[in-house]
């Protein structure tokens, strides 16, 4: 297997390529967020995003807090960061309009996170091509700079070749998949997570009245 792979292994050819993609999304995007579109890769395998769990949860919180009091809440276990900021400004007393307005704040920012990680894969993508292309002029070069030794011609060739085959599938194969992956998630997780601004809201709005009466 491995002998059959190496003609199309080239040193020079994939440091072009890959080194220049590299350098071009360093250029271009901070290392903050480079290292999140890296960090994005451990969610590629997940499935999308459901909030039926979450919205099992609020409905459990809304029964405790008609029983026990809102307080109540404040003890509870919430793993997921928008349920548990919700219910956090629910107990310190936030209306439901402010509770509105938090999440939709919070949604918003997951979003760009997301979609910010898909678009540092996605100028990956744009950019292997055009360095498999300089690669590819590099290797011509460098041939037609050594016409009269015939034993450099061929591994010249390899690198104008390989190059173009090398930012081709980086691209196809790798970066773009990855930010359409990303993207696909990004959006069932933002549709999913709009469905639990409604119960929180209703939430705060049942419990507001009943705050007044014990404060007065």
């Known amino acids: 297997m491995i002998d059959a792979l190496a003609p199309f292994l080239d040193p020079i050819a994939a440091a072009i390529v890959v080194g220049g993609t590299l350098a071009a999304c360093v250029l271009r995007f901070s290392l903050v967020n480079l290292a999140r579109a890296v960090g994005a890769l451990r969610v590629l395998p997940r499935a999308e995003h459901d909030a039926e769990p979450q919205l099992a949860q609020?409905?459990?919180?809304?029964?405790?807090?008609?029983?026990?009091?809102?307080?109540?809440?404040?003890?509870?276990?919430?793993d997921d960061f928008d349920v548990a900021l919700g219910i956090a400004q629910i107990v310190?007393?936030?209306?439901?309009?402010?509770?509105?307005?938090?999440?939709?704040?919070?949604?918003?920012?997951?979003?760009?996170?997301?979609?910010?990680?898909a678009?540092?894969?996605?100028?990956?993508?744009?950019?292997?091509?055009?360095?498999g292309m300089i690669g590819t002029l590099i290797?011509?070069?460098?041939?037609?700079?050594?016409?009269?030794?015939?034993?450099?011609?061929?591994?010249a060739m390899a690198v104008a070749l390989l190059a173009t085959l090398y930012g081709a599938l980086i691209?196809?194969?790798?970066?773009?998949?990855i930010a359409g992956r990303l993207r696909r998630l990004a959006r069932a997780e933002a549709f999913e997570r709009a469905r639990l601004e409604a119960p929180l809201v209703a939430l705060a709005a049942r419990e507001m009245p009943r705050r007044r009466e014990i404060a007065a």
């Open 58 to 78: 609020i409905a459990a919180l809304g029964r405790i807090a008609r029983k026990h009091g809102v307080m109540a809440l404040d003890r509870s276990v919430i």
């Open 92 to 117: 310190d007393g936030a209306g439901p309009d402010e509770v509105a307005a938090t999440l939709a704040h919070a949604r918003e920012a997951r979003i760009e996170r997301h979609l910010g990680a």
């Open 119 to 131: 678009e540092i894969w996605s100028a990956a993508a744009e950019a292997a091509p055009a360095f």
């Open 139 to 155: 290797g011509l070069v460098r041939m037609f700079t050594a016409m009269q030794d015939p034993a450099a011609i061929g591994g």
């Open 171 to 177: 691209a196809n194969l790798v970066a773009a998949p």
